[in-house]
């Protein structure tokens, strides 16, 4: 059996942003609240909304303090702002951020926020909802669902119920005729994947299939039209309607794991057919000095009996450190906007740290052989696992991206132009696919229980196995040059007493 909930009206169609005033009067409803963002006040959307239902003889007042990913904080304000007005209803205008926003402005009522996340279900009904869209791609006017960040935790926390669904949906495509290139293109993609989503769902119905297929054909064939022809009307509908049809039922039988395990039944798939492909390709038409074939040109993998090398360990170590901090970069990305850093810096950082070094000593780590090329590593690891007990939150994190971003460059670029010295003979596609995605869950669920902690105690964990594998090899090898030493020393004088007689 299937449960659907959808809003009670929806109105849909260019220019029925008109019709807002005739929509709330026919619900009665007449002093909203508009909660935005500053973009949209100072576009002239809020000021168009404003004159519509002032004409219309209501009293509305506008909160314009949203920001992007909703905070805590920001929807306390929101709360304040409203209790100052006598208003019933509150009218979402613009994205996913501020529609959200709306829902949890709307619902919350002198709660806690963490109190209503999932899986609370909040079913009672707050302030009736008005969802105004200007983006194709969030979904938020249809669904039952808002996310909160806790900007203390950086936690993103999830609230459903049906609480938060849209009273009414006012979806005007010509909204959005003004989105730039990249902003259509990143909804639109939202937008599909949300119909990929419901229709590989396992709790999948008549109903929801034929939204979520009407979802991809709307949208498939006319996004990249949007992207290179903003103006296009007819494309612009076609994307709107499609992010509506795709809402309309990701919210009741959208099924993320369901997704998750079909697309990792694809990259097995996948990896299967490159091995069938390596094992067929001709050793001729390989690299110069590329033994193994592609995957042995590649990332740090997981070269047969490598990790039984303890000379290897930094090396191999320092090819997954960026696993972790993959897994991390929401918790950057909220570092940066509380830093008023733009996110786009600490990103070229990063990738500053991890190519920088090696493009620029290329010829000198070539000529590295394995040990200085371990020994570098391990330094690198252990820097990043100092910066993580010496320096205070959050600039560990900061620490850690350059140091062990440096060490995977390090890693990468000694592996990719030595392949020959570097051990990567016998390296498994299959084995380095599966162990990279095990270990990207992994290290993502550390991040999701423990947040910046577990992201810094996993860095640093690295960073004390690889010198100490180092200095094991090292050890190891010492002793053993010893032994070797002592086998070939020739055999002490002894002296002879026949001479001398008595």
């Not at 929101?78 to 509150?90: K, M, N, T």
């Not at 070797?484 to 002296?495: K, L, S, T």
Request: proline residues 7%; charged residues 15%.
């Amino acid at each position: 059996m299937a449960a659907i909930h959808l809003p009670r009206t929806i109105r849909i169609g260019g220019g029925v942003l008109n019709e807002l005033p005739e929509v709330l009067a026919a619900a009665g409803l007449s002093r909203p609240l508009i909660v935005t963002d500053s973009w949209i006040a100072g576009c002239g959307v809020l000021e168009r909304v404003e004159a519509l239902l002032v004409k219309a003889g209501m009293k509305p007042r506008s909160f314009t303090g949203v920001v992007p990913d909703p905070t805590v904080s920001a929807i306390e304000a929101g709360c304040a702002f409203l209790s100052e007005g006598q208003h019933d209803c509150v009218i979402g205008l613009g994205g996913g951020s501020p529609i959200d926003s709306a829902k949890m402005i709307a619902v919350l009522q002198g709660r806690a926020i963490p109190s209503l996340k999932a899986p609370h279900q909040e079913d009672a009904p707050g302030l009736p909802i008005i969802a105004v869209p200007t983006t194709a791609g969030t979904g938020s006017e249809a669904t039952r669902f808002t996310i909160i960040t806790d900007e203390a935790t950086d936690e993103k926390m999830l609230c459903a119920g049906l609480a938060y669904l849209p009273l009414i949906a006012v979806v005007d495509y010509e909204l959005t005729l003004t989105k730039p290139a990249r902003l259509t293109a990143d909804t639109g993609i939202d937008s599909l994947v949300h119909a990929i989503e419901a229709y590989v769902s396992k709790r999948a119905n008549p109903f929801a299939d034929s939204m979520a297929l009407s979802a991809m054909r709307l949208i498939w064939p006319n996004l990249p039209t949007a992207c290179t022809d903003p103006g296009n009307r007819a494309a612009r509908e076609a994307l709107m309607l499609g992010a509506l049809c795709a809402a309309l039922v990701l919210g009741d039988i959208g099924d993320l794991p369901a997704l998750a395990a079909r697309l990792g039944v694809f990259v097995i798939v996948v990896a299967l057919a490159l091995i069938a492909l390596q094992r067929g390709a001709d050793a001729a038409l390989r690299a110069p000095g590329c033994r193994a074939g592609l995957f042995d040109c590649s990332l740090p993998a997981w070269p047969v009996g490598a990790w039984r090398d303890t000379l290897q360990w930094p090396t191999l170590l320092a090819g997954l450190a960026m696993l972790p901090m993959m897994a991390a970069l929401p918790l950057m990305a909220a570092w940066c906007r509380a830093q008023a850093i733009a996110p786009q810096t600490m990103v070229l950082l990063h990738l500053a740290a991890m190519f920088g070094p090696v493009l620029i000593w290329r010829r000198t780590i070539a000529s590295w052989s394995p040990r200085v090329l371990s020994a570098v590593c391990a330094l690198l690891l252990a820097a990043g696992a100092a910066i993580v007990a010496f320096i205070s939150a959050p600039y560990d994190l900061l620490g850690l991206a350059l140091a062990h971003g440096a060490a995977w460059g390090i890693a990468w670029g000694g592996q990719l132009w030595a392949p020959a010295r570097r051990g990567q003979q016998g390296t498994s596609p299959l084995r380095a696919a599966a162990g990279y995605a095990t270990l990207t869950l992994l290290f993502g669920l550390v991040v999701e229980q423990f947040g910046a902690r577990g992201v810094g105690a996993t860095h640093a964990l690295l960073g004390v196995i690889a010198p100490v594998g180092w200095l094991i090899s090292s050890s190891a090898s010492a002793f053993a040059a010893a032994a070797a030493a002592r086998r070939h020393e020739p055999p002490a004088a002894r002296p002879d007493h026949r001479a001398g007689g008595r």
